[in-house]
């Protein structure tokens, strides 16, 4: 039941099944084209083929001709930025999409502001200051800013000066849209509300959903890449819970029914059941949902849907907003918190963790397009290789890209920015927007409180809760103990060492859930 609301392909199996309404979209060809490229030959082994099976039938098709190139400029793009119920409201939040290091912040109207992450004046990380009533602070030398970026403060500027004009800071349209803070990237183009995306279950006056955000160490492509490949769930997530086994690998069937410039759509389902139940869109820039409507005995659609809203972060990093919901949800996944399935979403991340930062480490050092890499197969790969041919047609107007048959490679190597030494990481440290508990301040992604904790409001007070209540059940403990030893009665030796026992129990146990989310992931169920 936790796998089943933290993973796109995996929704209870119902009967009587409907398609939702779907429009069909006709692909607008530009008439520019790529020019063809000449990669490296990848040598591979020698596969011996069953002679009933041709490689027209097992693998993906190829088409002919040219790539067809569209017009596409990543900056005149909606991005999803954050979840709003988890931007702080006392602190900056230091943020990036591409390259681009932005800071989003409320203002004293409790409006977002998201400015460059920079102060005009020496270049410091305005996402290290703080909120004076409702004004951004640079903390290097006190500038202050506010509403469009206008500069209102300068402590070292005389009483009788003015305010230079050219201490301002640039400014991001931001928008709060259905519970997602997005952000309008170019600064030559203005903002288009028509680009925002709209998600209509997301709308419906019984849809319920479970929210989180994860920070991943690898490329927004590899990551959705995986979240749209149905056919590793058995294999990858194997008894994750009941509804992901490793015997249930099986052949898929594939409908794609849009391919736009924007991106493709269609229906999937497994090939035994001779069904396609399943709806997936995916949208430029990054955005996936997969839907699926069941009807019941009583004749009422209830509606499912896996939302997968994918920020690029910088090379070879990605954060994303995870949004299951339903119409109807199952009784008994109300007798879990919250909180619980935040962490089975963890735990389903950190299974696939070493397998995409490993694929990411091979993309960036081969240097070539995918075709040259990967073995699409029809049965599992269909939306793999339809995104990666999106890939080929916009790509070129992204900061880089990994197509089918074409790359560009970043023109710039990656920023790696080191934590604080000292003192002065110990104070950030404290900070729950910005570090880690105790001495953990040095962020590390294979951390479950730094990919995800950080960024959740719920289950940092969760943190602080089981801290808590260990440090209250340790005292206890002491205390009954001491009092065991120190009186003669047998019955109260005996109550007071249960008790002992009992509050040993939950010091542990709180102690647990501390470490599952403080820890260094390790994939234990390798076999070695």
Known sequence: MALLLQHPFLYSN????RTPSVTLLQTTKSSAFRKSRKWPVTVRCAAVASPEIGKEDVLVGEE??????????????????YLAKDVPEDAPLGLTVFDKQVVLFRDGNGEFQCYEDRCPHRLAKLSEGQLIDGRLECLYHGWQFEGNGKCVKIPQLPADAKIPRSA?????????????????????????????????????PDFRDISTIHELPYDHSILLENLMDPAHVPISHDRTDWSAKREDAQPLLFKVTERTDRGFAGWWGREAEKTTPNFLRFEAPCNLQNNREIVDKNGVTNYFSGLFLCRPTGQGKSMLIVRF????????????????????????????????SS????????????????INLRSSDTWVAEYRKWMDKAGHGMPYHFGHTTISMPKEAAVVEHAPAGFVASIAASSPAKGGIGTKHAPNLSNRYFRHVVHCKECRSVLKAFEAWKNRFSVVAAVSLTF???LSGRQWKALLLLSTAV???????????LDMNTTNFIRTHRRL
């Open 14 to 17: 119902a009967s009587n099944c």
């Open 64 to 81: 002919k001709g040219r790539v067809d190139v569209v017009d596409y400029d990543w900056t005149e793009e909606w991005y999803p930025l």
């Open 168 to 204: 301002c800071t640039k400014t991001f349209e931001v928008k709060d849209s259905q519970g997602v803070v997005w952000i309008w990237m170019s600064h030559k183009t203005p903002p288009n509300p028509a680009k925002i995306p709209w998600f209509e279950n997301f709308a419906r």
């Open 325 to 356: 919901g339903n119409t109807k949800r199952s009784p008994l996944a109300s007798l879990f918190p919250a909180w619980y399935f935040h962490q089975n979403a963890g735990k389903v991340f950190e299974q696939d963790m070493g397998f995409l």
């Open 359 to 374: 694929q990411n480490e091979i993309l960036m050092r081969e240097k070539v397009p995918t075709k040259e890499l990967y």
């Open 484 to 486: 065991a030893i120190l």
């Open 503 to 513: 509050c040993l129990a939950g010091a542990h146990a709180c102690s647990t859930a």
